[in-house]
């Protein structure tokens, strides 16, 4: 079981900046990736932006690659995601997403979601 307790968010103007964290607990020595997805009203849940925690390599969506920067600190099971030059498309809820692998079956676990809105 893992337990993701995330923090961050809240209102900004565009143009702005945020920060999200995620810290991961219980059992997270099987964690093979961790990331952000995101929710915007009325819309299906996207991905945002993930990293393994084997080599770090990361992944982002297009709509923000050079905005946002995924970043994880493996001994305190932590990912942070920084959400720079922030647009009015990017208001959403953002979910932090851990994917658990253990004799080879996958479990995703997800945090309890954090609302991003920009104003415009």
């Known amino acids: 079981q893992v337990h993701l307790v995330e923090s961050g968010g809240g209102l900004v103007q565009a143009g702005g900046s945020l920060r999200l964290s995620c810290a991961a607990s219980?059992?997270?020595?099987?964690?093979?990736?961790m990331g952000w997805y995101r929710q915007p009203p009325g819309k299906q849940r996207e991905l945002v932006a993930t990293t393994t925690t084997t080599d770090g390599s990361t992944n982002y969506a297009g709509s923000v690659k050079g905005r946002f920067t995924i970043s994880r600190d493996k001994a305190k099971n932590t990912v942070t995601l920084q959400m720079n030059s922030l647009k009015p498309e990017d208001t959403a809820d953002y979910y932090c997403?851990?994917?658990?692998?253990?004799?080879?079956?996958?479990?995703?676990?997800w945090g309890q979601g954090t609302q991003v809105t920009v104003s415009s």
């Open positions: 219980g059992n997270t020595g099987n964690i093979n990736r």
């Open positions: 997403n851990a994917e658990y692998v253990f004799l080879g079956i996958r479990s995703d676990y």
